[in-house]
């Protein structure tokens, strides 16, 4: 009884789940406990079975028919891993962050730019389990362009593996492309004469990059020993097309490296202007002071109780007084402006 309800938990977590002969879905719906022990009674093809998000309960379930190491079902379970691959005795653990980039109008309209999302990649000798983390990372895509190759599928589960690989790091240069227009237009508008660019739309893209870049990066060491180890899960051909996933992630890689390089120069640029105009408000503010200043001092002396001051018993000595202020600031104000304080 204990054992009926895992499984009808998992169920609500299953996405789809189908088996492969000779690299053909068998028709008809069928349940993960069905599938692999076809399988196994058969002694040929695989079972593919999509997840998302499984919790716990899901996972023990799934673990005890499939043979699925606790350790793995954890990572599952948990979600929020940094990609890696890790060998165990009978299954190797892909995990990739998927990532998408999110349209807008202006960088002042939004607080993010990039979403982020996991995806990962369990694959056994007769199984490949792809379990999906956040609302990114769509592989129901993936699942029918690999039923219209047959070919490929035959290869083995590995074959799925390549096939979400492939995926994911297509959607990093997608959204490094995507980056780079907005990097393009912030950097037209903060060089353009009398640009008002906010600073925080810079420092937002910056931050965005560098998630960009620790999400990626850390990919290069497993796709390596993916196309070059000599992994018993995985076949020669696969071996093969997992070196072409490495080139194109090596230029993922180095397009997010440019992009960050880019965003350190334009952080330094920013933070130059904005000590520019802090250096002319101050230049502005210095220079209306010593306008104010002579009137303020003049006044101030005119202004004390003594009864013996020149001036203070001529008719015309009031606009006189006013005549001086007043030249006096015109020449400072003349002064300024001809120096650019004003």
């Not at 692999?36 to 028919?65: C, K, N, T």
């Not at 008002?196 to 796709?223: A, C, F, G, W």
């Not at 002071?289 to 001036?311: H, K, L």
């Amino acid at each position: 009884m204990a054992s009926s309800r895992l499984h009808t938990r998992t169920d609500h977590a299953v996405v789809d789940c189908g088996v492969y002969m000779d690299g053909t879905r068998t028709p008809g719906e069928v349940t993960y406990l069905d599938a692999i022990r076809r399988v196994r009674s058969e002694g040929r093809g695989f079972v593919w079975l999509g997840l998302l998000a499984p919790d716990a309960h899901q996972m023990a379930s799934l673990a005890s028919e499939f043979g699925i190491h606790e350790l793995i079902t954890e990572d599952a379970t948990n979600g929020a891993q940094r990609p890696k691959l890790e060998a165990y005795d009978d299954a190797l653990v892909l995990n990739l962050a998927a990532v998408e980039y999110l349209a807008h109008d202006t960088l002042n309209d939004v607080s993010a730019i990039v979403s982020t999302g996991e995806a990962m990649v369990i694959l056994g000798r007769d199984f490949v389990v792809t379990v999906r983390h956040g609302e990114f990372g769509e592989l129901a895509g993936i699942r029918s362009e690999l039923e219209k190759s047959p070919d490929r599928l035959a290869q083995g589960p590995a074959s799925v593996m390549h096939a979400v690989a492939d995926r994911m790091i297509d959607s990093y240069l997608e959204v490094a492309d995507e980056i780079r227009q907005d990097v393009d237009e912030l950097e037209t508008a903060l060089f353009q004469p009398r640009a008002d660019v906010d600073i925080e739309q810079i420092y937002l893209l910056k931050r965005e990059i560098l998630e960009l870049k620790h999400n990626i990066s850390p990919l290069t060491r497993p796709l390596q020993r993916l196309s070059l180890d000599h992994l018993e899960l995985v076949p020669r051909e696969i071996r093969h097309y997992f070196r072409d996933v490495q080139d194109h992630h090596a230029r993922a890689v180095a397009e997010v490296a440019v992009l960050d390089e880019q965003m350190t120069s334009l952080v330094g640029a920013a933070v130059a202007m904005v000590g520019v105009r802090q250096n002319t408000d101050m230049r502005r503010i210095s220079a209306w002071v010593a306008i104010a200043a002579v009137p303020t001092m003049i006044a101030g002396v005119y202004g004390m109780n003594f009864e013996n001051m020149p001036e203070l018993n001529v008719s015309y000595a009031y606009f006189l007084v006013l005549a001086i202020m007043a030249g006096i600031c015109v020449g400072l104000f003349w002064i300024f402006r001809k120096n650019d304080w004003l």
